[in-house]
């Protein structure tokens, strides 16, 4: 079974894209969606440690 990211799913599921996944320089990577009752949902996952 292919793995689809979070985002794919909650677009899959009824919410709108809000921003596309990205990657911050310290290390997280994150999206943001709205679902159909206009509540906000921010995605993110820690990608690599900096703090090394």
């Known amino acids: 079974m292919?793995?689809?990211r979070k985002d794919e799913r909650a677009?899959?599921?009824g919410t709108?894209?809000?921003y596309p996944p990205s990657?911050?320089?310290y290390?997280?990577?994150g999206a943001g969606v709205k679902d159909p009752?206009?509540?906000v949902w921010y995605l993110?996952?820690?990608k690599k440690d900096v703090t090394r």
């Open 2 to 4: 292919k793995r689809r």
């Open 11 to 13: 677009i899959g599921a």
């Open 16 to 18: 709108t894209s809000l």
């Open 23 to 25: 990657d911050a320089p």
């Open 27 to 29: 290390g997280d990577r």
């Open 37 to 39: 009752f206009d509540n």
């Open 44 to 46: 993110a996952t820690v």
